[in-house]
């Protein structure tokens, strides 16, 4: 009995353990930062955003997963039933799956990551590619020319882009020489602070990434997917209730990941900007929100500044422009970093 639980039961309550201390902050810090979007399209609107349900508007997240929760699901005639309703399963279990190897931080002395493997850049992308088939499910079942030409839509810019943000990130792992993301955080520990960074010397590639990960994430200037005034709210015309909920938290947890992403591999991660106290009395994982917190704020007001590109636009920018610069950075960071080490 005693080994019984040694072997099983304790490394399972460690792991079931670790899986909700990440997903449940995750999920209740991701309604928040869809109260925080909406607040921040409202200030650069001039109105006050959501301020009715609950003080400052702070239950509203709630108000809208209650709606959605309790609506009736309409699953239309001709359409693939089951298919129609894995869809949204998928692109959500995809989008939380992909959190395992995110490290947060150290508390209290180790290191606050699922699986902190050495692979964990390659994992990471195996996973955010198969995110475009819950979009393809959904498309081909809802057996709605609307939702499928969206669908059609949402592979060819989803796999434009991750072409360019491999490529990205392969400059990153150049400079860290890992693929572990740990390591890729402890490399840019320096004693600079803030200018140790990789998004200083790596800067363009810092743009292109963040660009990329909104297109990636079918996010607005890019939401070509979602455009309401030729295809009707794109793959997901036709879900409603539950179903669509689950594709609206799948989307706000991609979004998230890939903030925490470019947190990890160009802003230190947990390392707070400057080396000194008081700075470093902060805990790493408050340092590590903090930056996250960041990039989305810059992805809100993008949404509210920035209007929706052409398709055309679109496909021109990531074949023509960012694939070739991405291409051209590996070579010269390859380079560059060769002659380093060569001392020349």
Do not use: H
Not at 10 to 26: C, D, M, Q, R
Not at 222 to 233: G, K, N
Not at 307 to 332: C, E, H, I, N, T
């Amino acid at each position: 009995m005693a080994d019984f639980l040694d072997i099983y039961v304790v490394p399972t309550a460690w792991i079931v353990g670790g899986i909700l201390l990440i997903v449940v902050p995750l999920l209740v810090g991701m309604a928040y930062l869809t109260l925080a979007e909406r607040k921040v399209i409202g200030w650069m609107q001039l109105r006050k955003g959501p301020n009715v349900v609950g003080p400052f508007g702070l239950l509203q997240p709630f108000a809208d997963g209650l709606k959605l929760f309790f609506k009736e699901t309409i699953i239309p005639s001709g359409a693939n039933r089951v298919i129609f309703v894995l869809a949204p399963m998928i692109t959500f279990v995809l989008a939380l799956v992909a959190w395992a190897v995110i490290p947060f931080g150290p508390v209290f002395g180790t290191q606050l990551v699922l699986a902190d493997i050495n692979v964990g850049f390659l994992y990471l992308f195996a996973i955010s590619s198969l995110g475009v088939y819950g979009i393809i499910m959904a498309g081909w079942a809802s057996n709605s020319k609307y939702a499928f030409l969206a669908c059609l839509r949402s592979a060819a810019q989803m796999v434009s882009y991750e072409v360019s943000i491999g490529f990205v990130i392969i400059t990153v792992l150049l400079c860290a020489g890992s693929l572990n993301l740990t390591d890729i955080v402890m490399s840019q520990d320096r004693g600079l602070g803030f200018f140790g960074w990789y998004w200083l010397p790596l800067l363009p590639m810092f743009v292109v990434f963040f660009i990329s990960m909104l297109a990636e994430t079918n996010r607005p200037p890019f939401d070509l997917l979602e455009a309401e005034s030729e295809l009707v709210a794109g793959f997901m015309v036709e879900y409603s209730s539950t179903p669509y909920m689950l594709f609206m938290l799948g989307e706000y947890v991609a979004i998230l990941l890939l903030c925490s992403l470019g947190t990890v591999l160009f802003l230190g991660g947990w390392l707070p900007p400057f080396p000194v106290a008081p700075f470093t009395w902060i805990p790493g994982v408050l340092w590590f929100v903090l930056k996250v917190g960041f990039l989305f704020f810059l992805v809100s007001m993008v949404k509210a500044m920035v209007p929706r590109y052409r398709y055309d636009q679109l496909m021109r920018l990531g074949w023509k422009v960012f694939l070739p610069l991405s291409l051209a950075a590996v070579v010269v960071v390859a380079a560059v970093l060769r002659l380093w080490q060569y001392g020349i």
